[in-house]
């Protein structure tokens, strides 16, 4: 059963910081490369950042620098470090396990999401 939970969100200032957690479960997290997602008013779901089993790292060219995914093996869980947001950071950000080669989610089901919102 897939099991993702999100939280950490919240409303924030632009140029402030927010840390997001996912906690999944094992069936899930194990060996999977891991990815987060966000997906803003009107438009598609996108790819934000991703992290291998073993921590290798990739991210969309719009927050580099500024983003930083991690995760905890020990604790099924994937964090993801945002700073200096952007009013245009605005979304509802989700995880799921993900596919190294092309970024897309392995699983179709997904986690209530966790909603940020960036003031200007």
């Known amino acids: 059963q897939v099991q993702l939970v999100e939280s950490g969100g919240g409303l924030v200032q632009a140029g402030g910081s927010l840390r997001l957690s996912c906690a999944a479960s094992g069936s899930i997290f194990r060996f999977n490369a891991m990815g987060w997602y966000r997906q803003a008013p009107g438009k598609q779901r996108e790819l934000v950042a991703l992290i291998t089993s073993v921590g290798n790292t990739n991210y969309a060219d719009s927050v580099k620098g500024r983003f930083t995914i991690s995760r905890d093996n020990a604790k099924n869980t994937v964090y993801l470090q945002m700073n200096s947001l952007k009013a245009e950071d605005t979304a509802v950000y989700y995880c799921?396990?993900?596919?190294?080669?092309?970024?897309?989610?392995?699983?179709?089901?997904w986690g209530q999401g966790t909603q940020v919102t960036v003031s200007s």
């Open positions: 799921n396990a993900a596919f190294v080669s092309t970024g897309a989610p392995k699983f179709g089901s």
